[in-house]
């Protein structure tokens, strides 16, 4: 579970909570009663309880399939279709998992339109037994529309009309050319609630399909986050205090908020709370800028900066009470010898405590969220945690948490150059500024 502690944050901005307290709670309600913007998206909220047993039964199943035939499973997706698989499996298993778990190896395509992105792991895959998940809510995004086509094409040439086994796809029930091709195909596919959008969407087959391959135990994960939605309901939640915390940092001055974590594990956590909250938040003018760093690294490249460059930066430090392994330093005659007989957890928690101290100092004030561990279980409930959150705070803002109308711009350029029909008048116009 996760405690949100507001002891460093200082007394104007506590002062100020108090302050935004009915506003809060009016968020509050607004969300829980389905009244505010976006409601047509709220369908997160009821996914930990709610969800549909037999796609989750089917997703054990290819899970397990997938781990016996694969050697190497490609996850192709992007933005809420690939963030919060990888943030879970990295979490729980750790950033080296592929070299120190059972199962096939996990690697993600079509986050990217890079050809070396794409080649390596076409390479890695081509002497390897592999499958593939493609994930796209809308079935027409770009990035994994142009892997899908490579993977398929390499599945085909090693297994020929076997290929269609290795095809697991993950979309909207009945909507986009990639629902079509899969009923044409007869493809397993899973489906992506209407109502869920695609940065809610981690704890549906888009997220739970490669998590499980990861062997993560995903009935841990979903009832992490049930105890997390019955805990963060209504008023007076430690969601609602950390919505109240980055509202009170913003009309404090405050206009970043950097995500910050001692364990590297979190490392693509952090990924997915920046997509989460800067594209929730971030329109209309408003919103913190979600930033995020991993200390103790960062301290020795970016720790110069928060420490004393603008002070427009607060931090929000994600405390894991405990980590999964200790390393028992003992003694010896070296440069760290008055660390002897110390734990090296001792001195993670030294190193967090201290910085957190030496950047209050230096009027960067910091929030910290206390989470026990990272298993399945608090990462599903962080997980509910910072979607709640961000619903409350995006309504305290004043904005819908659930569009995200400002990424159409670089598409339709994008199309416009790439000379996708319907875009010609866009094209003359876009190479005419480009020729300048
Ligand atoms: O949160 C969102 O809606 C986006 O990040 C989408 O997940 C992302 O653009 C991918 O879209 P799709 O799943 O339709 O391919």
Redesign the pocket.
């Known amino acids: 579970m996760i405690r949100t502690d507001l002891s460093f944050i200082g007394e104007d901005a506590k002062k100020l909570i108090e302050t935004f307290r009915p506003e809060a709670d009016d968020a509050v309600f607004t969300l829980e009663r389905g009244s505010g913007r976006g409601n047509d998206f709220l369908g997160w909220q009821a996914l930990p309880f709610d969800y549909d047993r037999n796609e989750v039964s089917r997703i054990k199943a290819a899970a397990a399939k997938i781990r016996e035939s694969a050697e190497v499973f490609v996850v192709i997706?992007?933005?809420?279709?690939?963030l919060g698989a990888r943030a879970v499996i990295e979490a729980v298993k750790g950033l080296y998992h592929n070299d120190r778990c059972d199962g096939p190896k996990i690697y993600f395509a079509g986050n990217s339109v890079s050809a070396d992105a794409l080649n390596e792991v076409l390479d890695i895959c081509r002497d390897k037994d592999f499958c593939i998940n493609v994930?796209?809510?809308?079935?027409?995004?770009t990035?994994?529309g142009v892997a899908f086509r490579a993977f398929s094409r390499l599945l085909t040439e090693k297994y020929g009309d076997g290929a269609d086994e290795r095809i697991y796809v993950t979309?909207d029930k009945a909507r986009?050319a990639l629902k079509a091709l899969t009923d044409k195909k007869g493809w397993e596919s899973f489906v992506?609630p209407d109502d869920v959008?695609?940065?809610?969407?981690v704890l549906t087959a888009?997220g739970l399909l490669p998590i499980a391959v990861a062997g993560c135990d995903i009935d841990a994960l979903l009832k992490g986050a049930a105890d997390s939605a019955t805990a963060q309901k209504g008023v007076g939640t430690q969601a609602e205090e950390y919505a109240l915390a980055r509202f009170a940092m913003l009309n404090a001055g405050k206009s970043i908020e950097i995500m910050v974590s001692y364990e590297p594990r979190l490392t693509m956590f952090a990924e997915w709370f920046k997509?989460l909250y800067g594209?929730s938040e971030g329109k209309e003018g408003k919103g913190l800028f979600p930033a995020a760093c991993a200390f103790s690294t960062d301290l020795h490249s970016m720790g110069q900066y928060i420490q004393d460059g603008q002070r427009i930066i607060f931090e929000t430090v994600l405390s894991v009470e405990s980590s999964a392994t200790d390393y028992d330093l003992g003694s010896d005659d070296d440069g760290i010898a008055f660390l002897n007989g110390q734990k090296v957890s001792f001195v993670n928690r030294m190193a967090q405590q201290g910085t957190i101290l030496a950047h209050c100092d230096g009027g960067v004030p910091n929030v910290i969220l206390r989470v026990d561990a990272l298993d399945e279980y608090n990462v599903g409930a962080m997980i509910y945690f910072f979607e709640k959150a961000c619903g409350i705070s995006a309504y305290l803002l004043g904005v819908n948490p659930f569009d995200?109308p400002g990424?159409e711009s670089y598409k339709k350029n994008m199309f416009a150059l790439l000379g996708k029909p319907g875009f010609e008048e866009l094209r003359e116009d876009l190479n005419k500024r480009l020729r300048n």
């Open positions: 997706g992007i933005g809420g279709s690939y994930i796209s809510k809308s079935g027409t995004t990035e994994p979309t986009g992506v959008g695609g940065r809610f969407s888009v997509q594209e995200q990424v």
